[in-house]
């Protein structure tokens, strides 16, 4: 988890305004190989499921990454699944990803899923239109460093733009 972390690549979402407040959620976005990045490692605590943050959360480690380190320049996002976990998928469809067949890794097979130029596309729509109302620091707040939240929609706009 270090690691990810001092890569930019560990996103969280935590339970009130404070530093202090305990996580109630986290994903990463990882240099897979040198083609791919990985969207991994979503978890939300129980109590807090139902209610978007793992959705929110992924939206926003994806979107992230694609502006601030442009793998749609020279590569896919991907997620992997165990095959007997049907929970996720759901979730990946609705964030824009396709099932794209399976890989073994180390013995141990997956069902690999790729993120797809509609799923930016709707991601896109979806930090212009719906996000607003939950990064209003009412609902929710977003640290993107020296970055603005508005720099983010524009830069995801103008690739979704780019990639019709």
């Not at 997620?79 to 759901?90: E, K, M, Q, T």
Request: glycine share 10%; charged share 25%.
């Amino acid at each position: 988890m270090d690691a990810f972390a001092h890569a930019n690549q560990l996103f969280g979402a935590q339970d009130g305004p404070s530093s202090t407040e305990g996580f109630v959620g986290l994903c990463y976005v990882a240099d897979d190989n040198i083609e791919t990045w990985e969207l991994g490692g979503l978890i939300v605590q129980s109590e807090f499921r139902s209610k978007g943050i793992g959705t929110t959360l992924a939206r926003v480690a994806i979107a992230h990454t694609m502006v601030y380190v442009q793998p749609r320049e020279s590569r896919n996002i991907v997620a992997y699944v165990d095959p007997g976990n049907l929970g996720p998928r759901s979730l990946l469809s609705k964030l824009g990803f396709v099932s794209d067949g399976s890989e073994q890794s180390d013995g141990v097979v997956w069902d690999r899923f790729r993120f797809t130029h509609r799923g930016l596309k709707d991601l896109s729509s979806w930090f212009d239109d719906e996000s607003r109302g939950i990064f209003d620091d009412r609902h929710a707040k977003i640290d993107l460093g020296p970055a603005k939240l508005d720099d983010l929609r524009n830069a995801l706009r103008d690739q979704a733009e780019r990639y019709r």
